[in-house]
């Protein structure tokens, strides 16, 4: 007789592999179109790219606005990867191989981000990882080897919603498992109080050097999605610009909540998109789109600073001794 | 236990999607022609660091339909069809225009006008290609546009309306060779932007071909506001030519700055300087200078005339060639529709890519099998503050 | 490369450089008074540059034939005050509600009111996309010693900058609101129990950062030229300026503006190309963050356990 605990397990893993059915087979039926398709794919991508830069602003309390530079790496990186070393037939199968490449580059640079924010803090940091984003984008625009200004042309387009979907399932449970465990514990700690935090016990350093690792291997492998969906990069797709974009997905969703940083995603990409017909049928010149989701942004701020989730987070993700109603253990005498 | 619970799926899973294939189909709806209406969609850079290039591109496309509505529509195999535009807004970013191509071809249009910069027109390019739905772009001049980017053979629904970088520079390159009769050329360029390096290397490289390499290669980046030092070292190098393959919005400070520096020669530009707002921002400094372009607005044939009249009584403001190569866009579009005579991407795509000779307000057009018409660029001098015809380069 | 070389950079240096620290002013006295970081400053210089295109066209139509002198002194005057009331009506509608919210909530509405004004600028019709220049109100003989060149527009850009600067200087350090300001700006929770009306100097604050801005924005407008996105840069450019000089500190604004502006001339000049410049200008950067994270003239901040 299978345990509670056995049967919510296999529960869980059956519902997620129902999804990931559904995400194989949706492209192929009439339901939806190659556009949705995209923005589906476009939403699940920034999911995984809010999750891994509300770890960084969000559970550590600090302002990275550079992270469209681990974004830029994690594209590169396994777009050469595709491009320039594997060959044709053996694509499909290296392509979760040239993701998690992508992704394991990033984090590296990660760890680089790491060291600058043992001594500073706050502002002081926003500008080291602003400027660590532009010396990626610059690095890149003085690399003819990957095609400079111009870009990689010609990527193979292997990015399916149910590799997309893969990667914001996997996103979602690194990061929750991460948060609850000691280590994400001790950096929710740094951020409410660095010296006390020290007090008791918790190595910043090691933390710190985690987060900026985790955050920026999400992000290389949403850089590597995104690379080979549209099959064209270039180092201005990697600007100020785009950090900034998913600056404002992580507070519109909530920071220090996964569940925030989904609906954050999602809300965000569908906003934008739909606006598209909207401002069609109602005559609005195109411009005014772009004029809306700042506009959002600030009235969201004023009305409800902590993002639509706030640090509230759905039942899903928090840990089974956590939720409401269930006793915490004592500990053992 | 619990781990190989957990792998069980894993592996599976990873199988499972590794031999999917990913959906390559394009699987486009039909044309859309309900109410004898035939939908085009146009792809712009409305917003982003080009809006200028994408307002003018609406207002040309805008009164290209007006003007085919006004004038009873579009005879296809003896129908009569009216055009309805839809625009979207590429943002000028390359995911946007991926977007946005998605977005037309799921609309039902029967073809695609546009992205201009190929930076967003080559990602589009790919969704029309897949998509078999033909894609003219007014004003990209990357050469890569209209070629597979993995078999180097030319894509077979991705079109452009204006000469190739390729083709211009090098015509840039003899005209500073053979008329200004520069023995020092120079070239100040923007490194970070592909068309303006583009034409810069097959400028150097024509001229090295004839003889005569540059004396100063110097490059600069998009948002630069200062350019003293390297127009210090092209003035140390006294050089006799100035090559700036430069948008409209930059050139008016390099001028400046390299006169106040002490430049005294003459300097050649592309068709990056086409916007009559380059007056304006240079207030005289241009005065004597030359650049190539799509067309001459003063030695305009009555078709032209007839264009520049409609569009500054339109929209207050003289054309610029990205609108008179939208319009020439949606003119190769409409002739090659009626030509192909059914409301047809297939046929229409045949149509194009055989236009024997399509005279548009940006000169005469042939297509030879390809996507890139055969199509001469003129020189234009800027004298007493316009932009005057001085000479024509044939292909 | 030549001596006369790095002269002619070095001054075009201080030219760009007396922009920047106007606009860096802007910022680090934002942050002095409300440890928040105003990332629309840089889009209210544009705006300002706007206003002053505005008001130069108007006055130039209205007072045709008066020496261009009287205009460019009425253009920047009008500059000043309206872009100082667009900050405080910015101040109070957007940053007063979030006074007591978490500083990031602040920080981000900031982001987007810049993003905003952009945009909208952009969409209006009226202003449009397009690049302007405002016509050359300072024109006039250039100087020419030792081969360099000194345009008189660059020489009163310097000058002008250096007369806001000494005058702002010395409204924070002369005058009672200057010293409330500095008040606030160490301890703003007591300072408001002394009678010191904390809501007026606060967009007083605004207004004076404002201000200075639009007199740079004005001279800017003629050097070079505006269109509405290039707040981004310049804003980050200036932010950056007064984090390097120490942010709070209105000298260190001042002194951060010009060494941004040095390193922005002089790395292409010394590097012999532009490519590398910002990767170099950023490396630098956080170089100088490492080893000195207060920045130049910043007071390190002692943490109360």
């Given at each position: 007789?299978?345990?509670?605990?056995?049967?919510?397990?296999?529960?869980?893993?059956?519902?997620?592999?129902?999804?990931?059915?559904?995400?194989?087979?949706?492209?192929?039926?009439?339901?939806?179109?190659?556009?949705?398709?995209?923005?589906?794919?476009?939403?699940?991508?920034?999911?995984?790219?809010?999750?891994s830069l509300?770890l960084v602003n969000?559970?550590m309390g600090e302002f990275s606005v550079g992270h469209a530079g681990f974004m830029a790496v994690g594209a590169y990186t396994?777009?050469?990867?595709?491009?320039?070393?594997?060959?044709?037939?053996?694509?499909?199968?290296?392509?979760?191989?040239?993701?998690?490449?992508?992704?394991a580059v990033s984090a590296v640079a990660g760890v680089l981000l790491a060291f600058p924010s043992f001594r500073t803090r706050g502002d002081y940091l926003a500008i080291v990882t602003l400027a660590f984003n532009m010396i990626i984008k610059s690095a890149l625009e003085n690399m003819p080897a990957v095609?400079g200004p111009?870009?990689?042309?010609?990527?193979?387009?292997?990015?399916?919603?149910?590799?997309?979907?893969?990667?914001?399932?996997?996103?979602?449970?690194?990061?929750?498992?991460?948060?609850?465990?000691?280590?994400?514990?001790?950096v929710?700690?740094i951020r409410?109080?660095e010296s006390?935090?020290g007090?008791?016990?918790?190595n910043s350093r090691r933390a710190k050097v985690a987060v900026f690792a985790l955050s920026a291997f999400?992000a290389g492998?949403?850089g590597?999605?995104?690379?080979?969906?549209?099959?064209?990069?270039?180092p201005r797709?990697f600007t100020l610009i785009k950090s900034t974009?998913m600056l404002?997905?992580?507070?519109?969703?909530?920071?220090?909540?996964?569940?925030?940083?989904?609906?954050?995603?999602?809300?965000?990409?569908?906003?934008?998109?739909?606006?598209?017909?909207?401002?069609?049928?109602?005559?609005?010149?195109?411009?005014?789109?772009?004029?809306?989701?700042?506009?959002?942004?600030?009235?969201?701020?004023?009305?409800?600073?902590?993002?639509?989730?706030?640090?509230?987070?759905?039942?899903?993700?928090?840990?089974?001794?956590?939720?409401?109603?269930?006793?915490?253990?004592?500990?053992?005498? | 236990?619990?781990?190989?619970?957990?792998?069980?799926?894993?592996?599976?899973?990873?199988?499972?999607?590794?031999?999917?294939?990913?959906?390559?189909?394009?699987?486009?709806?039909?044309?859309?022609?309900?109410?004898?209406?035939?939908?085009?969609?146009?792809?712009?850079?409305?917003?982003?660091?080009?809006?200028?290039?994408?307002?003018?591109?609406?207002?040309?496309?805008?009164?290209?339909?007006?003007?085919?509505?006004?004038?009873?529509?579009?005879?296809?195999?003896?129908?009569?069809?009216?055009?309805?535009?839809?625009?979207?807004?590429?943002?000028?970013?390359?995911?946007?225009?991926?977007?946005?191509?998605?977005?037309?071809?799921?609309?039902?249009?029967?073809?695609?006008?546009?992205?201009?910069?190929?930076?967003?027109?080559?990602?589009?390019?790919?969704?029309?290609?897949?998509?078999?739905?033909?894609?003219?772009?007014?004003?990209?001049?990357?050469?890569?546009?209209?070629?597979?980017?993995?078999?180097?053979?030319?894509?077979?629904?991705?079109?452009?309306?204006?000469?190739?970088?390729?083709?211009?520079?090098?015509?840039?390159?003899?005209?500073?060779?053979?008329?200004?009769?520069?023995?020092?050329?120079?070239?100040?360029?923007?490194v970070s932007?592909?068309?303006?390096?583009?034409?810069?290397?097959?400028?150097?490289?024509?001229?090295?071909?004839?003889?005569?390499?540059?004396?100063?290669?110097?490059t600069y980046t998009s948002g630069d506001k200062d350019f003293s030092s390297q127009?210090?070292?092209?003035?140390?190098?006294?050089?006799?030519?100035?090559?700036?393959?430069?948008?409209?919005?930059?050139?008016?400070?390099?001028?400046?700055?390299?006169?106040?520096?002490?430049?005294?020669?003459?300097?050649?530009?592309?068709?990056?300087?086409?916007?009559?707002?380059?007056?304006?921002?240079?207030?005289?400094?241009?005065?004597?200078?030359?650049?190539?372009?799509?067309?001459?607005?003063?030695?305009?044939?009555?078709?032209?005339?007839?264009?520049?009249?409609?569009?500054?009584?339109?929209?207050?403001?003289?054309?610029?060639?990205?609108?008179?190569?939208?319009?020439?866009?949606?003119?190769?579009?409409?002739?090659?529709?009626?030509?192909?005579?059914?409301?047809?991407?297939?046929?229409?795509?045949?149509?194009?890519?055989?236009?024997?000779?399509?005279?548009?307000?940006?000169?005469?057009?042939?297509?030879?099998?390809?996507?890139?018409?055969?199509?001469?660029?003129?020189?234009?001098?800027?004298?007493?503050?316009?932009?005057?015809?001085?000479?024509?380069?044939?292909? | 490369m030549?001596i006369?070389l790095l002269l002619q950079q070095s001054f075009n240096a201080l030219q760009l450089g007396s922009v920047y620290a106007l606009i860096a002013l802007g910022y680090t006295m934002v942050y002095g008074?409300?440890t928040m970081i105003n990332f629309?400053h840089g889009?209210?210089f544009?705006?300002?540059?706007?206003?002053?295109?505005?008001?130069?066209?108007?006055?130039?139509?209205?007072?045709?034939?008066?020496?261009?002198?009287?205009?460019?002194?009425?253009?920047?005057?009008?500059?000043?005050?309206?872009?100082?009331?667009?900050?405080?009506?910015?101040?109070?509608?957007?940053?007063?509600?979030?006074?007591?919210?978490?500083r990031v909530?602040?920080v981000?509405?900031a982001l987007?009111?810049?993003?905003?004004?952009?945009?909208?600028?952009?969409?209006?019709?009226?202003?449009?996309?397009?690049?302007?220049?405002?016509?050359?109100?300072?024109?006039?003989?250039?100087?020419?010693?030792?081969?360099?060149?000194?345009?008189?527009?660059?020489?009163?850009?310097?000058?002008?900058?250096?007369?806001?600067m000494?005058?702002?200087?010395?409204?924070?350090?002369?005058?009672?609101?200057?010293?409330?300001?500095?008040?606030?700006?160490?301890?703003?929770?007591?300072?408001?129990?002394?009678?010191?009306?904390?809501?007026?100097?606060?967009?007083?604050?605004?207004?004076?950062?404002?201000?200075?801005?639009?007199?740079g924005?004005?001279?800017?407008?003629?050097?070079?030229?505006?269109?509405?996105?290039m707040g981004i840069r310049i804003g980050w450019w200036a932010f950056i300026s007064a984090v390097v000089g120490g942010i709070g500190n209105i000298r260190g604004a001042m002194l951060g503006g010009f060494v941004l502006g040095f390193v922005e001339i002089l790395t292409p000049t010394v590097l012999r190309s532009s490519s590398y410049r910002d990767m170099v200008a950023f490396g630098l950067l956080l170089l100088l963050l490492v080893f000195r994270p207060t920045g130049i003239l910043g007071r390190p901040a002692a943490q109360?356990?």
């Open positions: 007789m299978m345990s509670d605990r056995t049967r919510y397990t296999v529960v869980r893993m059956a519902a997620l592999l129902c999804g990931l059915a559904i995400a194989i087979i949706l492209p192929r039926t009439v339901l939806i179109n190659p556009y949705i398709e995209l923005v589906l794919k476009y939403i699940g991508i920034n999911m995984v790219l809010t999750v509300n969000g559970y396994s777009a050469v990867l595709t491009l320039f070393f594997i060959p044709p037939e053996w694509e499909m199968w290296c392509f979760p191989l040239s993701i998690l490449a992508g992704g095609g111009r870009g990689l042309t010609g990527i193979h387009k292997l990015t399916t919603l149910a590799w997309v979907y893969v990667a914001v399932v996997a996103s979602v449970w690194i990061v929750r498992n991460f948060v609850n465990s000691n280590l994400g514990r001790g929710t700690a409410d109080d006390v935090a007090l008791v016990g918790v999400l492998v949403a590597a999605l995104f690379a080979h969906e549209i099959q064209f990069i270039n797709s974009e404002v997905m992580v507070y519109l969703g909530g920071v220090a909540s996964i569940g925030g940083s989904l609906l954050g995603a999602t809300v965000y990409t569908l906003l934008l998109e739909g606006l598209r017909p909207t401002l069609q049928i109602l005559g609005i010149s195109q411009e005014w789109r772009q004029v809306v989701a700042p506009l959002m942004l600030i009235l969201l701020m004023i009305f409800r600073p902590r993002g639509i989730m706030g640090m509230r987070e759905f039942r899903l993700f928090k840990p089974r001794d956590e939720r409401r109603g269930k006793p915490v253990k004592e500990a053992e005498p | 236990m619990k781990r190989l619970l957990l792998l069980v799926p894993l592996v599976a899973t990873i199988a499972l999607l590794s031999s999917c294939k990913p959906a390559t189909e394009g699987g486009a709806p039909p044309p859309k022609t309900t109410g004898d209406t035939l939908l085009i969609g146009l792809n712009t850079e409305l917003t982003g660091s080009i809006p200028v290039v994408g307002r003018s591109c609406r207002n040309a496309a805008e009164l290209a339909v007006k003007d085919l509505n006004d004038a009873g529509g579009l005879e296809v195999g003896g129908r009569k069809f009216k055009v309805e535009l839809m625009v979207e807004d590429n943002e000028d970013k390359a995911e946007s225009a991926t977007a946005a191509a998605q977005k037309l071809v799921a609309s039902g249009v029967l073809a695609m006008i546009g992205p201009n910069a190929s930076r967003n027109a080559i990602p589009a390019s790919e969704v029309a290609e897949s998509a078999k739905v033909p894609m003219i772009s007014p004003w990209s001049t990357n050469p890569k546009l209209t070629v597979g980017a993995r078999d180097g053979k030319p894509k077979q629904y991705v079109y452009r309306a204006c000469f190739t970088d390729e083709f211009q520079a090098a015509a840039d390159a003899k005209f500073v060779l053979n008329y200004l009769k520069s023995k020092r050329p120079a070239i100040l360029f923007d932007s592909e068309a303006n390096k583009g034409q810069a290397e097959v400028f150097k490289k024509t001229l090295e071909a004839g003889g005569t390499p540059p004396v100063a290669f110097e127009l210090s070292r092209i003035v140390a190098a006294k050089a006799d030519s100035l090559f700036l393959p430069n948008y409209y919005s930059e050139v008016p400070m390099q001028v400046k700055q390299a006169r106040r520096l002490g430049y005294t020669g003459p300097i050649m530009g592309s068709d990056a300087w086409s916007n009559t707002e380059i007056l304006k921002l240079s207030a005289g400094a241009l005065e004597g200078q030359y650049f190539t372009m799509h067309y001459a607005p003063d030695r305009a044939t009555p078709l032209c005339k007839d264009f520049m009249t409609k569009y500054k009584a339109a929209y207050q403001q003289d054309p610029d060639d990205v609108a008179a190569l939208t319009y020439d866009a949606f003119g190769l579009l409409f002739e090659a529709i009626r030509t192909a005579g059914v409301v047809d991407r297939m046929a229409l795509g045949d149509a194009l890519r055989n236009t024997k000779s399509f005279e548009g307000v940006t000169g005469r057009m042939q297509f030879k099998g390809t996507g890139d018409p055969v199509k001469s660029a003129v020189v234009l001098q800027v004298k007493g503050g316009k932009f005057v015809y001085h000479d024509t380069v044939n292909p | 030549t006369q008074i409300l629309a889009d209210i544009t705006v300002s540059c706007y206003l002053a295109l505005w008001f130069s066209s108007l006055f130039l139509a209205i007072w045709a034939g008066s020496p261009p002198a009287l205009v460019f002194a009425a253009t920047v005057v009008c500059a000043m005050l309206s872009t100082a009331a667009i900050a405080v009506i910015i101040e109070r509608l957007a940053y007063k509600p979030l006074r007591q919210a978490p909530s602040a981000i509405t987007g009111v810049g993003l905003l004004i952009e945009n909208t600028m952009v969409a209006i019709p009226g202003i449009g996309p397009e690049p302007r220049v405002i016509p050359n109100l300072l024109s006039g003989t250039d100087l020419q010693i030792g081969g360099i060149t000194l345009s008189m527009a660059q020489l009163l850009t310097i000058v002008v900058s250096a007369v806001a000494i005058i702002l200087d010395a409204i924070v350090r002369k005058t009672r609101v200057g010293i409330a300001m500095r008040a606030i700006s160490w301890d703003s929770r007591i300072v408001p129990l002394m009678g010191v009306p904390i809501d007026r100097i606060i967009s007083i604050t605004f207004a004076l950062g404002a201000a200075v801005a639009a007199v924005g004005t001279m800017f407008g003629m050097a070079y030229q505006m269109d509405p996105y109360k356990i």
